[in-house]
């Protein structure tokens, strides 16, 4: 491992190790714009100049570019590289518009940093300024190309990385321009990374412009719920609204970036109609009294139709928290059923599964972008993880061949990251025994549970796409309380109530029960057929835990409080209800924000297991559980199976 110096500090770092980083490891930043971990050096911006004071190498040189080597003593802080950074900050700002105190960049914005920390304050260029015209790119990107420094990243990411073909550069010199040859729609399912990836303001998030600055933002760590791969994000909020989401860097699971998906899925959370208040029989009711009824008429339930006549029914998005509280909850009321999938053929699927990486074969996404051969097996996934389509096309990158098994693999997928795929029949004709780093990726919406199983024969580590971001954790619990599906308990005809907390249930399964009552904060079928609606708070509002598709359990921190959103105020909530003022807060003092009193599932579960007579609960996580207390959300996640 090379040994060098940088600013008097002695470094050991891995042979190949850039000075950049090898700096960045000591907790010495050096500037930099087209440098990036994902995407790797080019040299293009010219910022990160160092001075090498002695050993292999002398002089001023690019850090991003240069390989750390025995002996180097390098300076960031000597007056020739200083003044060479402070040179091409002012290269830069040349024809850069000073646009700051509108740019929907600012607060968030390298350059802006930058261009302070080196000193540069003083125009001294007196022409006039190149312009460009912006394109539209969709709904979801603003372009501002004036902004542009030339560092490639965009292009670099959405060629390179992503595999998009409909962006890209064009022109030269002073006239290089980044976008499409035609106005429209950027294709790639991950474009949204652009907004992160652009050092300064090029690319921005068009739903959250000029809705608050960085500053004002209210933001925490978390986990993407839209599918089960366990993404890593940051939300951003203000005034009880999600304006955006960022991604957040974790190396085991999406790197350094996400989905379109997974970045603008924002308006349920924001939408004013979701369940925000309990009812009783359709009318607004205090939780007291929505609480007492709701234990009144599950007795009421019991005594007309008898002891287990009532299915307690949980969710694949049902953070952990409240899962785990639901098998003693269905104890307590005498629940003929616990469920925790509603239909029977998903919750086969999901079992199976969680018994196959039960024997060590999970693979992560980390093992999806190393593998040496991928498999897709029946399975599409731009529909059930899109960012592990992401992951096949950097292990095709380095190499690894990629294999579309099955009808329900169509070869659209791989064109959409433009990686070359072969397309097979039947898992067998895949030569799996030839590769040291395989990886099957087995979509659980097309494949039989037979199917399934019979990859725990496979020579390779699966990889197995989940109905949705806690599905792995409702399977282990239903294994462990040995749960049925709601659909076998429906069939057996002893039914008549169902209790469902955050589920998906079809409306086919609801028809002939006779009393329903649900705990959700999405107007699901199940609310709007329910007798008794507890409004719970969404995954942005509350602390909770999901388990990922590899069984790696990620704690994810509140990001706002519950309310509607002032832009979403009805008007008796304003001065004026004959004339509401959307952009503006009621003018009346309150201690809770306007359908503010929500509760997160797990606590009204805990309510009703007290109601019930249990102890009161205070900590979900006992017994087998008690490793996810303190979880760090900030860390890589626990895996529940090894």
């Known amino acids: 491992m090379p040994k060098l110096t940088i ?44 001075k090498m004071v002695d050993g292999p190498v002398k002089g001023i040189q690019m850090s991003c570019m240069l390989p750390a080597q025995d002996g180097m003593v390098v300076s960031t802080t000597d007056p020739e590289a200083v003044k060479m950074r402070s040179l091409v900050i002012e290269w830069l700002m040349t024809n850069h518009p000073h646009d700051c105190p509108v740019c929907d960049e600012g607060g968030e914005c390298l350059l802006q940093d930058y261009t302070v920390a080196g000193g540069h304050g003083i125009r001294r260029y007196e022409g006039k300024k190149r312009t460009h015209v912006n394109q539209e790119l969709g709904p979801y990107i603003e372009h501002e190309m ?56 090029v690319f921005t998030d068009k739903t959250a412009r000029f809705r608050a600055r960085y500053w004002d933002y209210e933001m925490a760590p978390s986990v993407c719920p839209h599918c089960s791969l366990g993404c ?42 979701r369940p925000r208040v309990p009812l009783v029989d359709g009318k607004e009711a205090s939780w007291d009294e929505a609480l007492d009824a709701l234990m009144l008429r599950i007795t009421e339930l019991e005594e007309l139709y008898g002891p287990g006549s009532l299915a307690v029914v949980g969710s694949p998005r049902l953070p952990l928290e409240g899962n785990v509280l639901l098998a003693r909850l269905a104890e307590l009321l005498g629940a003929g059923h616990l469920c925790y999938f509603a239909e029977r053929e998903e919750g086969e699927r999901v079992a199976a599964a969680v018994s196959l990486l039960a024997g060590g074969k999970a693979a992560s996404m980390a093992d999806v972008r190393k593998a040496d051969c991928v498999v897709i097996l029946e399975s599409d996934l731009r529909d059930e993880g899109p960012m592990m389509l992401l992951a096949v096309r950097q292990a095709w990158r380095s190499g690894a061949p990629v294999f579309l098994v099955g009808k329900h693999a169509p070869l659209e997928q791989a064109r959409a990251v433009s990686i070359e795929a072969i397309e097979l029949n039947i898992i067998e004709e895949v030569p799996l025994g030839i590769f040291e780093r395989a990886v099957v990726i087995c979509g659980t919406r097309n494949n039989a549970p037979a199917a399934i199983e019979l990859l725990a024969r496979a020579e390779a580590k699966i990889a197995p796409l989940l109905p949705g971001p806690n599905a792995f954790g409702a399977g282990l619990l239903a294994r462990e309380h040995g749960a049925v599906t709601l659909a076998e308990a429906v069939a057996s005809g002893k039914v008549k109530g169902i209790l469902t907390v955050e589920a998906d249930i079809p409306e086919v399964l609801l028809g002939g029960v006779p009393f329903v009552a649900a705990l959700d904060w999405l107007s699901t079928e199940a609310v709007r057929r329910a007798e008794l609606v507890l409004p719970t708070a969404a995954w942005a509002e509350t602390d909770g835990t999901f388990v990922n598709f590899e069984g790696r359990a990620q704690r994810f921190r509140k990001v706002m409080t519950p309310g509607l959103p002032i832009r979403g105020l009805p008007a008796r909530y304003h001065a004026s209800p004959d004339k ?26 805990a309510k009703l297991i007290e109601l019930c007579g249990g102890e009161p609960v205070t900590e979900p996580f006992k017994g087998r559980w008690e490793l996810l207390r303190g979880l760090d959300p900030e860390g890589g996640g626990v895996r529940l199976l090894r």
Not at 146 to 160: A, G, K, L, P, T
Not at 163 to 191: C, I, N, T, W
Not at 253 to 259: A, K, R, T
Request: aromatic fraction near 10%; include cysteine.
């Open 7 to 50: 600013d008097h500090i002695p470094v050991e770092v891995p042979a190949g190790t850039s000075v950049l980083e090898a700096a960045k490891s000591v907790g010495i930043w050096i500037p930099h714009f087209c440098y990036h971990p994902a995407l790797g050096s080019v040299g293009a911006c010219r910022l990160c100049a160092v």
């Open 146 to 201: 004036n902004r542009c420094i030339q560092c490639y990243r965009c292009v670099r990411f959405y060629q390179e990385y992503a595999g998009g073909s409909d962006f890209g550069v064009m022109g030269s010199a002073r006239r290089v321009y980044y976008g499409r040859f035609q106005e429209g729609k950027l294709e790639s399912p991950f474009s949204g990374n652009l907004v992160d990836i652009c050092p300064t303001g």
């Open 232 to 273: 890593n994000t940051v939300p951003a909020a203000r005034y009880r609204e999600l304006l955006k989401t960022i991604a957040r860097e974790n190396p085991a699971v999406n790197g350094p970036f996400i989905c379109d998906r997974g970045r603008f899925s924002n308006a349920a959370v924001n939408d004013p109609a």
């Open 580 to 605: 509401p003022a959307p952009f503006h807060p009621p003018r009346v003092h309150r201690s809770v924000p306007p359908g503010g009193e929500l509760r997160p599932a797990w606590r009204i579960v």
